[in-house]
Every structure is written in C-alpha cells, then in structure tokens.
C-alpha cells in the first residue's frame, strides 16, 4: 500500500504524519485483502488549512482518495479541529468501502441463486440473458 501524505498552508508535524497513518492502518485492514488478490492500493492523503487569517469555524481541511482495483473511494472533512477533520474522514471512507463490498456481495449471491433456480428447473428465466 502507497500512502502519499501532503499538507497545504500548514507544516506537517510528526504528530500529524502518526495520527493520519494510524488512521489509515485501521483503513488498511478492509484494504489488505485487496492487496492480497494482486490489486494495486494506493491512498493519498492531504490535509489544510482553509486560510492563514481565519481564527475560528471550519478552519481545517482533509482529503482522502483511495484507488483500490481502479475503484475511487473519495472523502473529505471541514472541521475546527484537524484530528476531527481526520477522524471524519475515516469515517466516511470506511463506510463507503464496506457498503461497496456488501452491494459486490449481495449481487453476487443473487446471481447465483438466480442460475440455481435455472439449473432446477424452478424458473424458466435465464439469467445471462434476463429472457424466459
């Protein structure tokens, strides 16, 4: 997994480079299987500052792109706080990765059922072709 980190506006401390790749680990369990089937993982992360004069409000910024087996999981957070920025952006990348997989999944399974009851002889539709 490639992880390239960038921040604008502001200077990347080490404690900021930590917090985002701890966060992205936690990402990388849901990613390693991919991984693992010979896909290609790579994650950008950016985080900002929305400007230089802004004291107080949705100051910070974070991005995340994802490309996963030429799939895009895209997130972004504005919030007053940097690490909130970061965690919500997790958040709605976990959530979009894991309901893509379900819907992979649940088609999946219908489609077998579909061919099962063909080959039983229980329905006269075929499901390649979607014809009776």
């Known amino acids: 997994m490639q992880i390239n980190l960038q921040g604008k506006n502001m200077e990347l401390t080490e404690a900021?480079?930590?917090?985002?790749?701890?966060?992205?680990?936690?990402?990388g369990r849901l990613l390693e299987k991919a991984e693992e089937a010979g896909g290609e993982v790579a994650v950008s992360f950016e985080v900002s500052k929305a400007?230089?004069?802004?004291?107080?409000?949705?100051?910070?910024?974070?991005?995340c792109l994802i490309n996963l087996k030429g799939e895009k999981f895209y997130g972004s957070a504005d919030e007053e706080d940097l690490y909130q920025a970061i965690d919500?952006?997790?958040?709605?990348?976990?959530?979009?990765?894991?309901?893509?997989?379900?819907?992979?999944?649940?088609l999946f399974k219908r489609g077998a059922a579909s061919?099962?009851?063909?080959?039983?002889?229980?329905?006269?539709?075929?499901?390649?072709t979607s014809k009776y």
Not at 51 to 63: E, I, M, P
Not at 88 to 106: A, C, G, H, P, S
């Open 115 to 128: 061919v099962k009851k063909m080959l039983k002889g229980l329905s006269k539709r075929n499901p390649f």
């Open 51 to 63: 400007t230089n004069h802004h004291k107080s409000g949705s100051v910070f910024h974070a991005d």
């Open 16 to 27: 900021i480079k930590g917090y985002v790749l701890n966060k992205e680990t936690t990402l």
């Open 88 to 106: 919500k952006v997790k958040e709605n990348l976990f959530r979009e990765i894991t309901k893509n997989k379900d819907r992979r999944q649940t």
